[in-house]
Every structure is written in C-alpha cells, then in structure tokens.
C-alpha cells in the first residue's frame, strides 16, 4: 500500500477535463507541498507540477494541480491521445527522519 | 541541460550489493539533491535516498540498513550500493536530481537501468 492515495484509472475521451485525486495525511500532504509526475510508456517519470500548483518550463497550462487539506488534485483540460500515461502523486513524509513517498499511480486511459 | 545517466550491473546475485552510479553532464553536482528512485516491473514508484555534495543524506527508512549513497564531486557522479539483496529489489532503478532539500519535487530524471536480482 502506498502512503498517498490515488484512483488506480481514469479515463476520458479528447478534449475533455480529468481530474486525479491524491490523498494522505496530515503531516504528509497537509503540511507538505504535492507535486506531480507523468510518466510515458517506456520512459521515466516527468515532473508535472511542483509546490503544489507550479508548471516547471515547458509544461503546458492544460495541467493545473491544487491542494486543500490532506487532498491534492491534477486537472488535465483539453485532453490529448498523448496525454495517455500513468500520473503519480508525491510528497515529503515528516514522520522519522523524513523520506519522500509516492502515490500507487494513476493510469489515464484517452478514449 | 542537465543529463543523468545510469550505469552498473543489469544482473546481480542474491545476497550480493547492487552498485549503480550516476553521472550528471550540463551541471555542476554542487547544485543539487542527488536521489535514486526505483520501480519494480508494472508497479509504482519508491523513493531510495538523496544525498547532497556536502554531505547531506537522508535515506527511506525501509531501506536504509542496507543503503549508502555517495557522491564524487571531482567526477561529477553520485552512486548507490544497496547490500544483501533479494528479488524483492529487481527493479527499474532511475538517479533523479533536484533543488530543493525535504522535497519531493526531482525536476531531473535519467533514462533509467533495469537491474534483475537472480542466481
């Protein structure tokens, strides 16, 4: 079991809006910042969005993420075939001597 | 741009040390927090530990009795050994690099190495 949470699948159909969940506690996403990875069949995990709601460079704005509480989200607007990945939550642990954890991941399915 | 690259042994024994060392090319390694993450084949992604050039470590508490990760800033590379090993630790083993401490947040990834754990 993962320490955040996350919907095994999602799906939808082009130029739809998905949303993926990531839920944890209170000293994991509550007092911590989430951020998001897409990762394409075959290739390592990309950073998504940072500190919660930040796009690095090159990212671009049809992927928001927000937090409120212990819950996280990633939207993804305007769906694209090439969106079609497995999306992973993470954040910092506080508890021991602190370790970064991953949701189980999310594989979104463009119909 | 930064590039990171694997390298080591795709096949290890077990009970043997898995040694792996990443080499970071368009960056200075003084810059970072140097992690390794893996993935086992078809499942999600475990945070192993970071290090940073001044010393700086911090291991997942699952691993760290086996774990160390080092760093050669004169060659640019950090590297992880992950002792006694078992099948449990065949994976995808990915060096990720980013700018913060205490964070989650590896803006840098290389390709990944397939390391299967196997008599």
């Known amino acids: 079991q993962s320490v955040l949470t996350q919907p095994p699948s999602a799906s939808g159909t082009p130029g739809q809006k998905v949303t993926i969940s990531c839920s944890g506690s209170?000293?994991?996403?509550?007092?911590?910042?989430v951020n998001w990875y897409q990762q394409l069949p075959g290739t390592a995990p990309k950073l998504l969005i940072y500190?919660?709601?930040q796009r690095p460079s090159g990212v671009p704005d049809r992927f928001s993420g927000s937090k409120s509480g212990t819950s996280a989200s990633l939207a993804i607007s305007g769906l694209q075939s090439e969106d079609e990945a497995d999306y992973y939550c993470?954040?910092?642990?506080?508890?021991?001597?602190?370790?970064?954890?991953f949701g189980g991941g999310t594989q979104l399915s463009v119909l | 741009q930064v590039q990171l690259q694997e390298s080591g042994p795709g096949l290890v024994k077990p009970s043997e040390t898995l040694s792996l060392t990443c080499t970071v090319s368009?960056?200075?390694?003084?810059?970072?927090?140097w992690s390794w993450i893996r993935q086992s084949p078809g499942k999600g992604l475990e945070w192993i530990g970071y290090i940073y050039y001044r010393g700086s470590i911090n291991y997942n508490p699952s691993l760290k009795s086996r774990l160390t990760i080092s760093v050669d800033a004169s060659k640019n590379q950090f590297s992880l050994r992950l002792n006694s090993v078992t099948a449990a630790d065949t994976a995808f083993y990915y060096c990720?690099?980013?700018?913060?401490?205490?964070?989650?947040?590896?803006?840098?990834w290389g390709q990944g190495t397939m390391v299967t754990v196997s008599s």
């Open positions: 500190a919660n709601d």
């Open positions: 368009g960056a200075s390694i003084s810059g970072y927090y």
């Open positions: 990720a690099g980013g700018y913060s401490e205490w964070s989650a947040a590896f803006d840098f």
């Open positions: 209170s000293f994991i996403i509550g007092r911590n910042y």
């Open positions: 993470a954040a910092w642990d506080d508890s021991l001597s602190g370790y970064a954890v």
